[in-house]
Every structure is written in C-alpha cells, then in structure tokens.
C-alpha cells in the first residue's frame, strides 16, 4: 500500500503561481510513476503532469505544457507541481496518484493509489 498526502491549494489571481507538493510513504517501491490529475466540477479527471521517478522523465497535458513543473525530491518521496501563469480553466480539485507502471503516464485508469485531493481555485 502507498499513502499520499496532497498539500499546497488555494486561492489565486490570474496570472498568479502555486505550488502543489505531494509526499508518499508506505511502500514507495510501487512509486515508479506520480502523477498529478484534476477535476473540475461537471468534468472528467484529467491528466495535468507524470514524472518517471526511475529516470525523471516527465509528461505534460498540451494544456499545461509550458506554465507547469512537475519535479521529485527522492530522499523526502515527495512531488512537486509547481504552477505558474495561472489561468480560471485551470480551478479544480488537483489529485496526486502514483502506480508501478503506467503505459500511458497521463491516463488515470493506470494509476492504483490515490491522494485526498487539494483545491485550486483561480478567480480575481
């Protein structure tokens, strides 16, 4: 089993940066791939970033390609989403969830463990 505990929501102005950390325990040898997911309320989750922890290969949604980083701390089994440029279409819950593998990093269906969520919100 792995825990993972999001922290790093809140409120924000357009244009405005967050960042997001996600810190794992458990076993954290399941932890090959973290990735970052969103739902926005009426909408399906979607994949934000995945970082490969083996190598520190990272992926990106075109629609935050750019404006997010994904990055690891291994010596905490921490993640990090940092978010800049903020946008209101980027308002949602944000979800941290890691497997052993992921053929695709940024499709939720190959993730097994999830976190409780934290809530971004984007507004002036």
């Known amino acids: 089993q792995v825990q993972l505990v999001e922290s790093g929501g809140g409120s924000v102005q357009p244009g405005g940066s967050l960042r997001l950390s996600c810190a794992a325990s458990g076993d954290t040898s399941r932890s090959n791939y973290m990735g970052w997911f969103r739902q926005a309320p009426g909408k399906e989750r979607e994949g934000v970033a995945a970082?490969?922890?083996?190598?520190?290969?990272?992926y990106y949604a075109s629609s935050v390609k750019g404006r997010f980083a994904i990055s690891q701390d291994n010596a905490k089994n921490t993640v990090y989403l940092q978010m800049n440029s903020l946008k209101p279409e980027d308002t949602a819950m944000y979800y941290c969830?890691?497997?052993?593998?992921?053929?695709?990093?940024?499709?939720?269906?190959?993730?097994?463990?999830w976190g409780q969520g934290t809530q971004v919100t984007v507004s002036s």
């Open positions: 970082i490969y922890t083996g190598d520190g290969s990272t």
């Open positions: 969830a890691t497997t052993l593998y992921a053929y695709s990093p940024l499709v939720r269906r190959y993730y097994n463990y």
